[in-house]
C-alpha cells in the first residue's frame, strides 16, 4: 500500500473513532455516515488496489444520500420492531426487512442495491455475521424479487416512425435509415 494513501486512511479513520459493541441503532447509522463519507474525494479504485478488499467508503455525494436513506429506512424499521441496540439485531430481522422490501414489488436490481448497503452498512459497524449472511443470501433474495424490466424491441416499427414523422422531418429520415 502507498505509505501516503495508508497515512491518509488512517488518520481520516482516527478522526471517526470506534464503535463500541452495545451501541444503539441510531449511533450505528451516525457512525456508517460519518465513515461512508471518507471516501469522498478519494479514488475507489486506489483503495481497493491498496487493500485488496472492498472500500468501505463511499465515495460521491449522490450515492452517499441514497445508501444513508436506505440505512434510515432500515434502522426505523428495526426501532419499529423494538430493537434499538445493533448487539440484539438478528439476522431475522434483516431478512423481514429485506422480505417486506420483496413484498412491496422492489425489482431484482433494487433488492440487490439494498442489500449490498446493508453489507456495507454490517460490515463498518462490526456485524461481521450479518454481512455474512447477507452475502450468502444475496442470490436468495434476488430470485424472490420481481424481475428487472426489460427494454422490448417493436412488434411494429411502422407505428413508432409515424408518430416521429408527425415532428421532425429529419428524424424520419433517421428512424428508416437506421430501422
Known sequence: MNKELREQLLDKLESVGGLRPKAGMTYALMHFSEVARLGIGMSQREIIRATGNPSPFIHDWD??????????EFVVFCLSQGINRLHKLQYGTVEAFLMGKIRS??????????????QKFFRVCVRRDLHDQLARDLTRFGCLASPDSAVHVFDDPGNPIAKISTREQRAVVTARENG
Open 63 to 72: 450515492t452517499f444520500h441514497e445508501y444513508m436513506g436506505i440505512c434510515k
Open 105 to 118: 414489488g422492489n425489482q431484482k436490481n433494487t433488492l440487490e442495491v439494498t442489500t449490498c448497503v446493508l
